[in-house]
């Protein structure tokens, strides 16, 4: 079965709303872990826009699965990963005026900057991820600096789903995560995924060994509770 990382960012962006406690992104974690995910994903973005220092050093102690910190290749956030010690770190690009990434890591073009980032985290026994566009060239220059492991960005394909246009996104998908596997890397995907075009996806693509899924999940949560969300999503991840 394809494997389940829950992002809770958007737990946190609703708390951030008020700068309040609640609701709570780790309680959210918890629950997500309880009714079956593989692991916790949360993005600490320089800005701070959501999840918070806080959040990740007490996700820290309670995730009992594994935690994923996605984060841009800054001195600041490789000092804190390290640190820290999630189980995880996946390498995204990030802009302050964006509202959520909108595309992948440019290995290609910051080869050497990502090569020295992976490094000092693999260093100390952190496995790395780069989140990059399905693109062959992307996905060699991702082998080229060691990385563990490819996020496919499935933006594109979610953006098209159900046109013929989605398609030949999913085609891209596929091509990319088929070579990620090949070059000795664990393949996940991505961005955009909900439950309508996860079946899909995973259907089709026989080398992707997890997906991570944010707000898709948040936003159902808000109707059913978290745990449903979850089993939801599991049943058609299991199918």
Same mark, same amino acid.
Request: hydrophobic letters at 45%.
């Given at each position: ?128 991820? @780069?989140?990059? #566009?399905? %693109? =062959?060239?992307? +996905?060699?220059? $991702? *082998?080229?600096?060691? &990385? ?15 046109? @013929?246009?989605? #398609?030949? %996104? =999913?085609?891209? +998908?596929?091509? $990319? *995560?088929?070579?990620? &596997? ?58």
């Amino acid at each position: 079965m394809v494997e389940l990382s829950v992002n809770v960012d958007h737990v946190a962006t609703v708390r951030e709303a008020r700068k309040g406690l609640e609701p709570d992104p780790v309680a959210a974690a918890i629950e997500a872990e309880v009714a079956g995910a593989s692991g916790i994903t949360i993005h600490l973005r320089e800005d701070r826009r959501h999840i918070q220092d806080r959040d990740l050093r007490v996700l820290r102690e309670v995730v009992k699965t594994a935690l994923n910190l996605e984060m841009a290749a800054t001195e600041e956030m490789i000092s804190i990963a390290i640190a820290i010690r999630p189980d995880q770190v996946t390498l995204v690009p990030e802009k302050r005026q964006e509202l959520t990434t909108e595309g992948g890591l440019d290995v290609v073009g910051l080869e050497g900057n990502v090569q020295r980032a992976v490094s000092r985290i693999q260093e100390v026994g952190i496995r790395v991820s @780069l989140f990059i #566009d399905p %693109e =062959l060239s992307q +996905v060699q220059a $991702a *082998a080229k600096v060691r &990385a563990n492991c490819v996020e496919i960005h499935t933006g594109r394909y979610a953006e098209a789903f159900k046109t @013929l246009q989605g #398609d030949l %996104e =999913l085609d891209r +998908v596929i091509n $990319a *995560a088929s070579l990620a &596997a090949k070059l000795g890397m664990r393949v996940h995907a991505g961005h955009g995924l909900d439950y309508r075009n996860t079946s899909k996806l995973v259907k089709r693509g026989k080398e992707i060994q997890g997906v991570s899924i944010g707000h898709a999940i948040v936003a159902r949560a808000v109707f059913v509770g978290m745990a449903q969300a979850v089993s939801e999503m599991l049943r058609l991840l299991s199918h």
